[in-house]
């Protein structure tokens, strides 16, 4: 089935540590995105990517850091930077054309202590 | 600047009636797209329902139905009949960018009471 992959489900990390979320998809997608969720403030765009090897900055990209060497995966490194890492992260992907709905990974939950 | 609109931040209704959920979308922009999505407890958003800014016909799928008013910028999204597995919250998520820059609002919940 085609779909989009995010591990782990829940991770846990110590504050100062840099932490790597996954994200996969075999739906042959051009695009591919990072938002973050908080409670009461909707989903917030970290970054996303129209093509392999390009990636552009969203809304909260601060702290964060991303890289696409491959059209099926987009990785999201949240660095210490990053100063309330603490949230729900999803993955998106979706073919040209902004007519095209977005398809969405399950989630990770990012605790820092 | 665009701005996205979701007044509701909570509804809660009794099964089986039908409920309306309201988006507002602000933009100078004159082609754009706008997108409903569910997110169940589970966490994974769904997409819902599309529709383009040219179009305001009124369009109905299953239990779903949603009309675009472009003189109010007002997007709206209608669940017939309303089931517990309704229960969510649903995000209206306008695109109006060529370069694939999909803006979110901040979702209203709904509580499907049995």
């Known amino acids: 089935d085609g779909g989009i992959t995010q591990s782990p489900k829940y991770l846990f990390r110590k504050e100062g540590q840099n932490v790597t979320l996954s994200c996969e998809q075999n739906?042959?997608?051009?695009?591919m995105y990072w938002y973050r969720q908080d409670p009461g403030q909707g989903l917030r765009l970290i970054y996303y990517?129209?093509?392999?090897?390009?990636?552009q900055k969203g809304d909260i990209a601060e702290g964060y850091s991303v890289s696409r060497e491959k059209k099926e995966s987009f990785p999201l490194t949240v660095t210490s930077a990053q100063k309330n890492p603490t949230a729900f992260y999803l993955c998106?992907?979706?073919?040209?054309?902004?007519?095209?709905?977005?398809?969405f990974g399950n989630g990770t939950r990012l605790t820092v202590t | 600047a665009q701005k996205v609109t979701q007044a509701q931040t909570e509804i809660s209704v009794v099964e089986k009636e039908d409920v309306t959920l309201d988006c507002v979308y602000e933009?100078?922009?004159?082609?754009?797209?706008l997108f409903w999505y569910k997110q169940p407890p589970s966490g994974e958003l769904v997409f819902l329902i599309r529709?383009?800014?040219?179009?305001?016909q009124n369009e109905i799928s299953g239990r779903y139905s949603w009309n675009f008013q472009k003189s109010t910028s007002s997007f709206n999204f209608t669940i017939t009949a309303s089931q517990v597995v309704d229960s969510a919250v649903y995000f209206c998520?306008?695109?109006?960018?060529?370069?694939?820059?999909?803006?979110f609002g901040i979702g209203t919940k709904l509580q499907v009471i049995p």
């Open positions: 998106a992907s979706s073919p040209r054309g902004f007519n095209s709905p977005l398809h």
């Open positions: 990517s129209q093509i392999v090897n390009d990636f």
């Open positions: 529709r383009n800014s040219f179009d305001e």
């Open positions: 739906l042959n997608h051009d695009a």
């Open positions: 998520a306008p695109n109006s960018g060529g370069y694939q820059k999909v803006t």
């Open positions: 933009t100078r922009d004159t082609t754009y797209y």
